[in-house]
């Protein structure tokens, strides 16, 4: 099956620093997403992103299908922000999500 | 919208004891999902419903996991007997008729 795999595994940042997630897949795939775990277990879906960039205030998406990776990028991080990001994919006709290893994110004051 | 609803919030359970969750997905989504979450890895989905019918349980353990969605609403997952390798967050989600999956708080399970 498709590996999916996020860096860094864990990453500490201050308040209002910038920050880069990546998350690269060994096949094709036909959508991508990203999610917010935050510290209480809630999943939230960030962004549907299969291809192209997407911004939502703070947060922007871009995902290279033809080069097999999707950044999440993360401006003037807030604390709210800390909890775990995944990346998950959909492949062939299924809708069986296939999810990354995580990023763990921790802001700080 | 409201979004997907489960309960119990939290179980703990001792071995050989059998524990169900119940799940109410998005008014209007055909498709449901229960995944089990092992705390420190990503999501895993054991079993994927459209509407009461079952699309994937290639990785639920069937021994002993079983699911039901009747009427192609509201849905349970049940297991008996639980091992202690059971412990793990049970996340329901569903899907409309775009691809994108919306989650619930997930019920927590510990297995003593």
């Known amino acids: 099956g498709i590996q999916v795999e996020q860096s860094p595994p864990d990453l500490i940042l201050q308040e209002g620093a910038n920050s880069t997630l990546r998350c690269n897949f060994s096949?094709?795939?036909?959508?991508l997403q990203w999610f917010h775990q935050n510290p209480w277990g809630q999943l939230i879906n960030l962004f549907y992103?299969?291809?192209g960039t997407k911004q939502n205030g703070r947060l922007s998406a871009t995902t290279v299908a033809t080069e097999r990776y999707s950044l999440l990028y993360i401006s003037s991080s807030q604390t709210t922000d800390s909890g775990v990001y995944f990346c998950?994919?959909?492949?062939?006709?299924?809708?069986?999500?296939?999810f990354g290893t995580g990023t763990r994110l921790q802001v700080t004051l | 919208e409201a979004g997907v609803a489960q309960s119990p919030r939290y179980k703990i359970i001792e071995k050989r004891q059998s524990v169900a969750f119940w799940c109410n997905p998005i008014?209007?989504?055909?498709?449901l999902y229960w995944y089990q979450q092992i705390l420190g890895q990503g999501p895993k989905l054991l079993i994927q419903?459209?509407?009461?019918?079952?699309?994937?349980d290639s990785q639920l353990p069937k021994d002993r996991f079983s699911a039901e969605r009747l009427k192609g609403v509201d849905s349970t997952l049940k297991i008996q007997p639980a091992k202690l390798e059971d412990s793990a967050v049970y996340l329901c989600?569903?899907?409309?008729?775009?691809?994108?999956?919306?989650f619930g708080p997930g019920t927590r399970l510990l297995v003593l």
């Open positions: 989600a569903s899907g409309g008729a775009g691809e994108t999956q919306y």
């Open positions: 096949d094709s795939v036909n959508n």
């Open positions: 992103i299969p291809s």
């Open positions: 998950a994919t959909l492949t062939g006709t299924a809708s069986k999500l296939t």
């Open positions: 008014s209007g989504h055909a498709t």
């Open positions: 419903f459209q509407n009461n019918g079952v699309v994937d």
